[in-house]
C-alpha cells in the first residue's frame, strides 16, 4: 500500500467518512448516479410537487407560474454551475469549513445554529407533506389550509414515523442517502406524472386550451390564502 493510499485512509477515519474538516480525495469521490440520484431527491421533492397547487391556490394564473417556474429554474441552475459548482470543485470543502476558515469558528456556529433551527422549520414542512401522500391511500382527514394545529392522532403517528425514517437515513451518512435517492427519484418523478394525468382528468382538461382556460387568467384566492 502506497504512503498517500495510507494517508487517505487515516484520513477517512478521522473524518469518519463524511470528510466534513478536509478536502475528498479522489478516490473517494462518487460517480455520476450519485450525483443524478441526489440532484433528483433534491429537487423532485413532494415539497416542490406542492408548491405549484398552492400558486394556484393564491389565484396565479397559469401563465405566470410557468414562466416563473422556467426563469426561476433557469437562475438556479446558472448560480449551481457558476457559483455553486465553481467553488465546490476548486476546494472540495464543506460549506460550513470553508465559512469557518473565512469568518471564524465564533461567527460559524452562530450561523449554524440559525440553519439548524431553519432546517427544523424546513424539515418538519416537507416531512407534513410527505404524511399526506402516506394519508391519501387509507383515506385520512387532510390538514386544510386554514389548519394550524393537526387534526388527528393519526396525522401525529404518520408524521413522527416518516420523520424518523428520514432522520436514520441521514444520520447514517453521504453513501446512504445517495442510494436512497437513487431508488426513490424515479418512483417520484413517475408519481408527480400520474398525478398530474390524474388531476387533469379530473378537471376535465383534454387539450391544452382547456387548461390554458382554467388558469390562464388566474382566479380568486381559496380559502384560508
Known sequence: MSQVSIEQDAIEDIAGGEFERTPVPKSKLKGW???????????????????????????????????????????????????????AIKNRLTLYFQLEKIC??????GYNLANGI????????????????????????MPKLTDTMPNGATWIIIVILIGAVISIIAARGYDMVTKAANLMSPIIVIAFLACGIVALNQLGVTSFSDFWNI????????LGK
Open 104 to 109: 471564524g469558528k465564533k461567527l460559524v456556529t
Open 33 to 87: 448516479k450519485s450525483f443524478i440520484g441526489m440532484y433528483a431527491g433534491e429537487h423532485a421533492a413532494g415539497t416542490e410537487f406542492m408548491i405549484g397547487p398552492l400558486f394556484l391556490t393564491a389565484g396565479v394564473s397559469a401563465f405566470d407560474l410557468i414562466i416563473g417556474l422556467l426563469i426561476g429554474n433557469l437562475l438556479a441552475v446558472l448560480s449551481w454551475r457558476f457559483l455553486t459548482a465553481e467553488i
Open 118 to 141: 431553519l432546517f427544523c422549520f424546513l424539515a418538519g414542512s416537507m416531512i407534513t407533506v410527505s404524511a399526506t401522500a402516506v394519508g391519501i391511500p387509507f383515506n385520512m382527514p
Open 215 to 222: 388558469w390562464g387568467e388566474g382566479s380568486e384566492p381559496f
